[in-house]
């Protein structure tokens, strides 16, 4: 074999250490669509924690957006990309379980037909939650006039509990 050959067999081609670039920025690219509870799953190094959260507080002018997907892919590199891609799809398939949205949106509605009895079921479920907050949110949505105003009171308390692991 010529010094030629072994140089290639040793080394990725310039086209494939471009692919794997590409790669590693678009899974740059869906971290930053994630929820910031969802990052916090993952176990990322903190340089990428910080680049995920200055994408999300850049605006989309200039190309700064683009530049910092760079950013990104760059910190990609430092990282067992097949271990973080296995772990996202862990994140995105539909589990046995029910999911957060539909658990926050069950408990929802079970305040809004059972009021304080809900409350304090789902208060012995989840000792976190502030009783304070969900009863003056059910109060809101039992003063309520209007269809508008309980549509707004309803998602204001759908919002509450999605926000917080039930």
Known sequence: MSEHELDEEQFPSKSQRKREAHLQQALGEQLTQLKPAQLESLDLPEPLLQGVAEFQRLPNSHGARRRQLQYLGKLMRHIDSEALVAKL???????????????????????????????????????????????????????????????????RLLAYLSEIPI
């Open 89 to 155: 799809s862990k994140l995105e398939s539909p589990q046995a379980e029910p999911q957060q949205s539909d658990l926050a949106a069950m408990w929802s509605e079970k305040i809004q037909t059972e009021g304080n009895a809900a409350i304090q079921l789902l208060l012995e479920a989840q000792p976190q939650l502030d009783r304070q907050k969900l009863r003056q949110l059910h109060r809101n949505l039992l003063k309520a006039g209007d269809q508008k105003d309980r549509e707004k009171h309803r998602n």
